[in-house]
């Protein structure tokens, strides 16, 4: 294999790297670490083929999707994986006394609750899933054999296209695997089809890893393969045509009856499929009792193909380096990615590079319609001069322009409005020209926003004077790229100066050696990828082991929403433990998000410490770790439990998901009791109030201790303490006040959001709703003035008397928006939906809404715009708009 690989050294040969980035991540119960079949993936993907070429859903078993993890290595051969136990403790594969590894036992309690049916029934999705992979794999076997065989015809002939030599090398051991698995598919399909609890299907696992020595063969010449391929399609225009554009046929139960593939892309798939077998063998254990006869063979297959990909490990030699500089020197690449520079007060998309001495950073050069692309050096650092800002600097530090965060909400309600368009328009006949116009428009807005919405600032100097800032969305990837650079630090690292000549090899060597190949918009994606969840994750996070030390500790929840992780919520500060028991849940709304980040912090009280900026995050990470909301999972009715293990420390959480289309939903009043969910006529009726209590009562709170509060109705407050306030509420109890005075602001902030939301009608009404709608769409100033005050005038009275106080408050709260961040519009982006929102009914009429995303895009921006509107409008009094008597013409 070595040989192999120090043959494969040039061209495509190297591109097999990195592009399958922490696939074993993604299972559940198996947060992110770049664990060792990770590693040797990512050191054989086709990086031409990505990621359009490649995606979860229509490749391979759909058990786990992907993160972009991060390389430890950048060789040109397959880089050496990492021996340290892999952060999973369900992931890795133990050893046992022999030394070889043994298959991890699925935890206790998995099956608890769901009884023997539901592990069967989950056993048969999973199945079932893996069985259409299966078809899918099988096809594009078949896809590479059937070039094969007139090429090897042609051989013998006087003009042959390849040699037989060259056919067998590019399609070694091809037709033995397309069999294997042709067998493996035949014998699974009509278990699945006669579905009962007396099905077996562990032997058939159990097989097809026992011809693992086919696999083994293959990556073997894999290298060679790709060299080969590519040198005869420079030498043969005939073969690279073929080679260019194999058609692979879809399910049977397809539209699409072709898709066309690179033989390349192709070649990579029995590399990929060896841990596709790898996650199912986990899931199918996970929903396997362990008195059931699948049970002990299935962990053999896993123990065997365990075996077979850290066998993998032991051939792969850890010196080979990158990038040789002319002096000889080895220098590797260990992580790149996209991170926005401040440059003369503007910003930048950048490409930085972290090689295992320097850091580069570079922008993708415009060059001329089918000429390569190259990148151009901005700057390089060496690591050895390179220094990073203490806390307590009081250099001044370059002002970051921010925006306004409703121009980013605005965007992102653009954003999606198009991906509606795009869906539409790919269902109508003639829609295919349109689409790659509005694809084109949302690639401009999402890339708009990946510059304009990072505010953390991470910035590096040189020890000579220079300083570099960068802007970065989530504290997470600033700490990676800190850690990353520290970790080369310790080594014994000489300042070097490059020259031209070598500035430019290094700079052209980018292009091949990186392992982000796009920026992370939705518009690069394949249509097929998951879209994400749209919805309400409800998670609790339980406690933390693992600190060596007593300390103020804390945890904050980010999920990613358009390209970027947003940060959600932060548990309270457990103090002077190591233990900490939060306990706390929380309600995180998602916009197609994949992932949940759970960061943990040591709390910093040493105000001396500060700095100034106050997008500067100055508390001490502790740990960090990431899973996929991987929709299977946590869409079930019961809480999925978990644990993510960072850097020796281990968070226990658990998770559920309510999908938007059913959290929008407003349930009619079926009470007459307590507050929430009853009409508010009753219950003003009742208190004999103008005024909900409850309403006038989180005002009240609010104004006196949250007006200052970070985030104030945005960050999430605690769903326990929410749910304790909403009983209290309910019940009338006279504890009320002292609770309130108590609680976390977030979570009386959160009790007031919770009672409108739960309202069995909008305040605003459903039956002005479409009023409403029509109003804010007016372009003459005077009639829309005209028209939405003449829609309040004709709100009962109950909802206009709690409105106008809300417009009050919510307008106060935006004058300290310089300390709270929290303007009118982020106000409005809260609180428009869930005033306006129609309920069940009146939503149902929307007949041509068909996706939870389309129903969050559809009319949002005018239910945003309706409140914005009475929010920038001066003073409005109930009095006076009642003594008002202007015409206003339309029957609403």
């Given at each position: 294999m070595r040989?192999?690989?120090?043959?494969?050294?040039d061209?495509?040969g190297?591109?097999?790297?990195?592009?399958?980035?922490?696939?074993?991540d993604?299972?559940?119960?198996?947060?992110v670490?770049?664990?060792?079949?990770?590693a040797?993936?990512e050191?054989?993907?086709?990086?031409?083929h990505?990621?359009?070429d490649f995606?979860?859903n229509?490749d391979?078993?759909?058990?786990d999707g992907?993160?972009?993890g991060?390389?430890?290595?950048?060789?040109?051969?397959l880089p050496?994986?990492?021996?340290?136990?892999?952060?999973?403790?369900?992931l890795?594969?133990?050893?046992g006394p022999d030394g070889e590894?043994?298959?991890?036992?699925?935890?206790?309690?998995?099956?608890?609750g769901?009884?023997?049916e539901?592990?069967?029934?989950?056993?048969?999705?999973?199945?079932s899933?893996?069985?259409?992979?299966?078809?899918?794999?099988i096809n594009q076997?078949e896809?590479l054999?059937?070039?094969m065989?007139p090429?090897?015809?042609t051989a013998?002939?006087?003009?042959?296209?390849?040699?037989i030599q060259?056919?067998?090398?590019?399609?070694?051991?091809?037709?033995?695997?397309?069999?294997?698995h042709?067998?493996?598919?035949?014998?699974?399909?009509?278990?699945i089809?006669?579905?009962d609890?007396?099905?077996?299907v562990?032997?058939?696992f159990q097989?097809?890893?026992?011809q693992?020595?086919?696999?083994?063969?293959?990556?073997?010449?894999?290298k060679v393969?790709?060299?080969?391929?590519?040198?005869c399609?420079q030498a043969?225009?005939?073969?690279q045509?073929?080679?260019?554009?194999?058609?692979?046929?879809?399910p049977?139960?397809s539209?699409?009856?072709?898709?066309?593939?690179?033989?390349?892309?192709?070649?990579?798939?029995?590399?990929?499929?060896?841990t596709?077998?790898?996650?199912v063998?986990?899931d199918?254990?996970?929903?396997?009792p362990?008195d059931?006869?699948?049970f002990?063979?299935l962990?053999?297959?896993?123990?065997?193909?365990q075996?077979?990909?850290?066998?993998?490990n032991e051939?792969i030699?850890?010196?080979?380096?990158a990038?040789t500089?002319?002096?000889?020197?080895?220098?590797q690449?260990?992580?790149?990615g996209?991170?926005?520079?401040?440059?003369?007060?503007?910003?930048k998309?950048?490409?930085?590079?972290l090689?295992?001495?320097?850091l580069l950073c570079?922008?993708?050069?415009?060059?001329?319609?089918?000429r390569h692309?190259?990148?151009e050096?901005k700057?390089?650092?060496p690591l050895?001069?390179?220094?990073?800002q203490?806390?307590d600097d009081?250099?001044?530090?370059p002002?970051i322009?921010?925006?306004p965060?409703?121009?980013?909400?605005?965007?992102?309600?653009?954003?999606?409005?198009?991906?509606?368009?795009i869906?539409?328009?790919?269902?109508?006949?003639?829609?295919q020209?349109?689409?790659?116009?509005?694809?084109?428009k949302?690639?401009?807005?999402?890339?708009?926003l990946?510059l304009h919405?990072?505010?953390?600032?991470f910035r590096?100097?040189?020890?000579?004077?220079?300083?570099?800032?960068?802007?970065i969305?989530?504290?997470?990837?600033r700490?990676?790229?800190?850690?990353?650079i520290?970790k080369?630090?310790?080594?014994?690292?000489?300042?070097c100066?490059?020259?031209?000549?070598?500035?430019?090899?290094?700079?052209?060597s980018?292009f091949?050696?990186?392992?982000?190949?796009?920026?992370?918009?939705?518009?690069?994606?394949d249509?097929?990828?998951?879209p994400?969840?749209y919805?309400?994750?409800?998670?609790?996070?339980?406690?933390?082991?693992?600190?060596k030390?007593?300390?103020?500790?804390?945890?904050?929840?980010e999920?990613d929403s358009?390209?970027?992780?947003?940060?959600?919520?932060?548990?309270r500060?457990?103090?002077?433990?190591?233990?900490p028991?939060?306990?706390?849940?929380?309600?995180?709304?998602?916009?197609?998000?994949q992932y949940?980040?759970?960061l943990?912090y040591?709390?910093?009280?040493?105000?001396s410490?500060l700095?100034?900026?106050?997008?500067?995050?100055?508390d001490?990470?502790m740990?960090k770790?990431?899973?996929?909301?991987?929709?299977?999972?946590?869409?079930?009715k019961?809480?999925?439990?978990?644990?993510?293990?960072m850097?020796?420390?281990?968070?226990?959480?658990?998770?559920?998901?309510t999908s938007?289309?059913?959290s929008?939903?407003?349930?009619p009043?079926?009470?007459q009791?307590?507050?929430?969910?009853?009409?508010?006529?009753v219950?003003?009726?009742?208190?004999?109030?103008?005024?909900?209590?409850?309403?006038?009562?989180?005002?009240?709170?609010?104004e006196?201790?949250?007006i200052d509060e970070v985030?104030i109705y945005?960050?999430?407050?605690?769903?326990?303490?929410?749910?304790?306030l909403?009983a209290a509420?309910?019940?009338?109890?006279?504890?009320?006040?002292?609770?309130?005075?108590d609680?976390d602001?977030?979570a009386?902030?959160?009790?007031?959001k919770?009672?409108?939301?739960?309202?069995?009608?909008?305040?605003?009404t459903?039956?002005?709703y479409?009023?409403?709608?029509e109003?804010?769409?007016?372009?003459?100033?005077a009639?829309k003035?005209?028209?939405?005050?003449?829609?309040?005038?004709s709100l009962?009275?109950?909802?206009?008397?709690t409105f106008?106080?809300?417009?009050?408050?919510?307008?106060r709260?935006a004058?300290?928006?310089p300390?709270?961040k929290?303007?009118?519009?982020?106000?409005?982006?809260?609180?428009?939906p869930?005033?306006?929102?129609?309920?069940?009914?009146?939503?149902?009429?929307?007949?041509?809404?068909?996706?939870?995303s389309d129903i969050?895009?559809?009319?949002v921006?005018a239910?945003?715009?309706?409140?914005l509107?009475y929010?920038?409008?001066?003073p409005?009094?109930?009095?006076e708009?009642?003594?008002?008597?202007?015409?206003?013409?339309?029957d609403v």
């Amino acid at each position: 294999m070595r040989a192999a690989s120090e043959r494969g050294g040039d061209r495509k040969g190297r591109r097999g790297h990195y592009e399958l980035r922490g696939l074993m991540d993604a299972l559940p119960h198996r947060p992110v670490s770049p664990g060792r079949i990770q590693a040797v993936l990512e050191a054989v993907r086709p990086r031409s083929h990505q990621p359009a070429d490649f995606n979860y859903n229509t490749d391979g078993y759909e058990g786990d999707g992907a993160e972009d993890g991060k390389s430890q290595d950048g060789s040109e051969t397959l880089p050496f994986i990492d021996e340290s136990p892999t952060m999973s403790p369900q992931l890795c594969a133990t050893q046992g006394p022999d030394g070889e590894a043994v298959s991890p036992t699925p935890p206790e309690g998995l099956l608890a609750g769901g009884g023997i049916e539901k592990g069967l029934e989950m056993k048969k999705l999973v199945l079932s899933g893996f069985l259409a992979s299966e078809e899918i794999y099988i096809n594009q076997l078949e896809a590479l054999l059937l070039p094969m065989r007139p090429l090897k015809a042609t051989a013998t002939t006087s003009q042959p296209v390849l040699t037989i030599q060259q056919v067998e090398t590019i399609f070694y051991k091809i037709q033995d695997i397309f069999e294997i698995h042709k067998e493996f598919y035949d014998a699974l399909l009509p278990n699945i089809q006669h579905w009962d609890e007396k099905v077996t299907v562990g032997h058939l696992f159990q097989k097809l890893a026992s011809q693992l020595g086919v696999y083994k063969a293959f990556v073997d010449n894999y290298k060679v393969a790709l060299e080969t391929a590519e040198k005869c399609s420079q030498a043969h225009v005939q073969f690279q045509k073929i080679s260019e554009n194999l058609k692979v046929k879809g399910p049977k139960d397809s539209k699409d009856c072709t898709t066309s593939v690179s033989m390349e892309a192709l070649l990579y798939k029995p590399i990929d499929r060896v841990t596709r077998s790898t996650l199912v063998l986990h899931d199918l254990l996970k929903h396997t009792p362990k008195d059931h006869p699948d049970f002990p063979l299935l962990q053999d297959a896993l123990r065997i193909s365990q075996n077979f990909l850290s066998s993998i490990n032991e051939e792969i030699d850890p010196r080979r380096t990158a990038v040789t500089t002319p002096k000889g020197e080895a220098r590797q690449l260990v992580k790149d990615g996209f991170l926005v520079e401040v440059s003369e007060s503007s910003r930048k998309l950048r490409h930085v590079f972290l090689f295992t001495d320097l850091l580069l950073c570079a922008k993708m050069k415009k060059t001329a319609v089918g000429r390569h692309q190259q990148y151009e050096c901005k700057w390089y650092l060496p690591l050895a001069d390179l220094t990073f800002q203490t806390l307590d600097d009081s250099e001044s530090c370059p002002s970051i322009q921010v925006l306004p965060e409703h121009e980013i909400e605005e965007m992102k309600i653009k954003i999606s409005v198009l991906k509606s368009e795009i869906q539409k328009e790919k269902k109508a006949p003639k829609g295919q020209s349109r689409v790659e116009r509005l694809r084109k428009k949302m690639n401009e807005q999402e890339s708009w926003l990946l510059l304009h919405s990072p505010t953390i600032p991470f910035r590096i100097h040189n020890r000579h004077g220079k300083s570099y800032q960068f802007l970065i969305s989530s504290d997470y990837e600033r700490s990676e790229w800190r850690e990353s650079i520290q970790k080369l630090q310790k080594k014994d690292l000489q300042a070097c100066v490059l020259s031209s000549v070598e500035l430019q090899v290094l700079t052209s060597s980018c292009f091949k050696l990186r392992t982000v190949h796009n920026i992370p918009v939705t518009s690069n994606k394949d249509d097929e990828e998951t879209p994400g969840l749209y919805g309400f994750l409800h998670v609790i996070v339980h406690s933390a082991k693992g600190f060596k030390d007593s300390a103020n500790l804390y945890c904050t929840l980010e999920v990613d929403s358009y390209g970027y992780f947003v940060s959600k919520a932060k548990t309270r500060v457990f103090r002077d433990t190591s233990e900490p028991q939060w306990n706390e849940e929380f309600e995180i709304e998602l916009e197609g998000s994949q992932y949940l980040r759970i960061l943990c912090y040591e709390n910093c009280y040493d105000k001396s410490m500060l700095n100034k900026d106050d997008n500067e995050i100055v508390d001490k990470i502790m740990g960090k770790g990431q899973v996929q909301l991987d929709p299977q999972t946590v869409q079930s009715k019961n809480w999925h439990m978990d644990v993510i293990e960072m850097n020796g420390i281990k968070v226990e959480f658990s998770m559920k998901f309510t999908s938007r289309d059913l959290s929008l939903k407003r349930t009619p009043s079926k009470k007459q009791s307590g507050v929430f969910g009853v009409k508010i006529n009753v219950v003003t009726k009742r208190e004999r109030s103008k005024v909900p209590y409850i309403v006038r009562q989180c005002i009240e709170e609010v104004e006196k201790r949250g007006i200052d509060e970070v985030g104030i109705y945005r960050i999430s407050g605690v769903a326990t303490d929410i749910q304790a306030l909403k009983a209290a509420f309910d019940t009338n109890t006279k504890e009320i006040l002292v609770m309130l005075s108590d609680m976390d602001i977030n979570a009386i902030a959160g009790t007031l959001k919770l009672y409108f939301r739960e309202l069995p009608e909008p305040l605003l009404t459903d039956r002005l709703y479409p009023a409403f709608m029509e109003g804010i769409a007016l372009s003459d100033p005077a009639a829309k003035e005209n028209c939405m005050m003449h829609l309040l005038r004709s709100l009962p009275d109950p909802n206009l008397m709690t409105f106008l106080p809300l417009l009050d408050h919510l307008k106060r709260v935006a004058e300290k928006e310089p300390i709270n961040k929290m303007s009118l519009h982020n106000l409005a982006t809260v609180f428009g939906p869930t005033l306006l929102r129609p309920s069940e009914s009146e939503s149902a009429k929307g007949l041509h809404i068909t996706s939870a995303s389309d129903i969050w895009s559809h009319d949002v921006m005018a239910q945003v715009q309706v409140l914005l509107y009475y929010l920038q409008h001066p003073p409005i009094s109930f009095a006076e708009l009642k003594r008002n008597t202007l015409y206003f013409s339309t029957d609403v």
